[in-house]
């Protein structure tokens, strides 16, 4: 077997921005992965909100990060044949148990703040590349996680467009005090993060 990380000792504390920088197949989503629980170690302890993952299932992984953890991805993994504002109602009707029309009230209302007022009833089809990755991040921070992991989240969009969800990413991450993981090529959005970690032939370290 091909071992991809080695010897990992990563420790990212609360309200902290970390970014993971690496070469195309370092790992660094295969690290994001066990960070979130989606993927288990072969050996190890991965600590998540406290809980070692180790001794859970995967429903009761799903459990823990239901409502506490949200995604951001570079492919922004909308369901596409919900509009807008189901996609993002869904965790809270999921996660939260809020019924649909409260679940529809603070969709609208974190759709409106990331500036997607006007296009709540459009489907992932008849939205550009920024607004679905902003839909994205309405989807992400509504239910105010205390965890958000970010896997290239501009790396599908132009360098205009990415400056522009980078900035509202940060803007959501203070206003709510999250913890930001995430993976990027983009020295520019590395270097906004609080702290760096390199993977480097499946050994990581912090850039000082």
Known sequence: MLPILQDVDLAVHRGETAALVGASGSGKSTLLALLAGLDQPSSGEVLLLNRSLGSLDEDARARLRRGRVGFVFQTFQLLPHLSALENVAMPLEIGEGLSSAQARERATQMLGRVGLAERLSHTPRTLSGGEQQRVALARAFVTQPEIVFADEPTGSLDAATGERVMDLMFALNT??????????????????????????AGRVGEIS
């Not at 993981?181 to 270097?191: F, G, K, Q, W």
């Open 175 to 200: 206003e709510q005090q999250a913890t930001l993981i995430l993976v990027t090529h983009d020295s520019r959005l590395a270097a906004r993060c609080k702290r760096r970690f390199r993977i480097d």
